[in-house]
DNA sequence: AGTTGTAATGAGACTGGTTCTCATTCTATC
DNA sequence: GATAGAATGAGAACCAGTCTCATTACAACT
C-alpha cells in the first residue's frame, strides 16, 4: 500500500504526530515506518525483524506499540494467529483487506468510492441498534489467495 | 446469538458433522457447544474453562481445535488479543460484529436481507481484481460499547 | 460377551512469542 | 553544560497455547 502523502512529507507527518504524545520520531522507529510505507502488503513481526536486522527485538517490540498507540500504523488480526502491521489510514487510504487462510498472507484492496458510500450507510444501520460508538470499520474477505488455490 | 435450529436438533446437527469426519460427540464437546449455543456474545478462553470447570484446560483447547475443524465453531480474532467463539454460521445465521477497543468484548449483529445482498455484491467486486477465491466475509465495526462511552 | 483398533482424555512438561527489568545512553530544554 | 525525561538493548521472566504419554472410552467386529 502506497502511501498518498508525498514522499518527503510522511516523515514530516509522524514526526509531528509523535511531538503531539511528547514522543521522539528515532533511528529505529524511522526504520519502521520506512519498511511498512514501502511495503506491498501488512507486514508480521518475522519479516520485520529479518528485514530490519539492525532493530533488536525488544526495541521493536516497543516501537511498535509506540506507533500504534499514537495511531501511526494499525494491526490487523491474522487467520494464522500472527498480526500484521501497516501504516494506518490517515498515513495512506482507506481499504480493505483479503485474508488468506493456506498461507496467513494478507493482502490490501481499495475499493471504490461508491462502495465506500454504501459500506457506510450499512455500518449506521448495525450500529444504531446497539448504542455503540463507531471509531472504524473493517469488512475483511477470507479465502484463500491466487497462490494458494 | 440464538441458534435457529429447534433446540432439540442442535445435537443431532452438530454430532452429525462430527461423525461425517470419524469423530465423537462427547461430554466435554457437549459441554462446550451448549455453552455457545446458550451465549449472547462470542466467548473468550477464559470465560470457558472459568464457566466449565469441569473441562481441562489441555481437553478444552483440544475440543476447539476439533470443533472448529469440523466447522462447528468459529474463532473470532478480538482487539485484545485473545480470540473469542461461537457456534459457526451454519448452525446459527450469517451475523457481524461490533468490537469494543475499551473492553475487547464483541458483539453480534445480524444485518437485513437486503444489507447482505449488498454486502455480497461489493465483495465480489473487490475479489475480482485478486483472483482472490472468497470462503466467508466479515464486516466488523471497531469503537466503543454502550457501556464504555 | 469378548476382542481389537482407534479416538479421546488429562496431568504435566515444554515452547516460543511477547513483555518486563534495569542499567545505560540519548536528546530536548533551560 | 546541567537536568530531566525519553529511549535503548540484553537478557530474564512470563504465560497462552501446544505436546507428550500413559490411560480410558468407545465402536465395530466375531
Ligand atoms: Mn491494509
Ligand atoms: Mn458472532
Ligand atoms: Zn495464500
Ligand atoms: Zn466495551
Known amino acids: 500500500m502506497r502511501t498518498h502523502a508525498a514522499d518527503g512529507s510522511l516523515d514530516e507527518l509522524v514526526e509531528l504526530q509523535l ?26 513481526f518475522a519479516e520485520m525483524i529479518t528485514s530490519l536486522p539492525q532493530v533488536p527485538k525488544s ?11 499514537a495511531g501511526i500504523i494499525r494491526r490487523i488480526a491474522a487467520t494464522d494467529g500472527f498480526a500484521r502491521f501497516e501504516l494506518s ?13 493456506s498461507c496467513g498472507r494478507v ?4 475499493p ?28 475483511d474477505v477470507v479465502g484463500h489467495c491466487a497462490d494458494c488455490q
Not at 526495541?59 to 498507540?69: F, I, K
Not at 489510514?89 to 487462510?101: A, G, I, K, P, R
Request: net charge negative.
Open 59 to 69: 526495541s521493536a517490540y516497543r516501537h511498535l506499540m509506540v506507533l500504534e498507540g
Open 89 to 101: 489510514e490517515v498515513l495512506t487510504e482507506h481499504h480493505h483487506h483479503l485474508l488468506c487462510t
Open 19 to 44: 511531538r503531539r504524545a511528547d514522543l521522539r520520531y528515532t533511528e529505529g522507529r524511522r526504520r519502521i515506518v520506512d519498511m511498512l510505507a514501502s511495503s506491498e502488503h501488512p507486514v508480521s
Open 112 to 139: 471504490s468510492a461508491s462502495f465506500e458510500r454504501t459500506t457506510a450507510r450499512m455500518v449506521a444501520e448495525l450500529v444504531d441498534q446497539f448504542g455503540f460508538s463507531p471509531v472504524s470499520h473493517s469488512l
Open 107 to 110: 493482502f490490501d484492496v481499495t
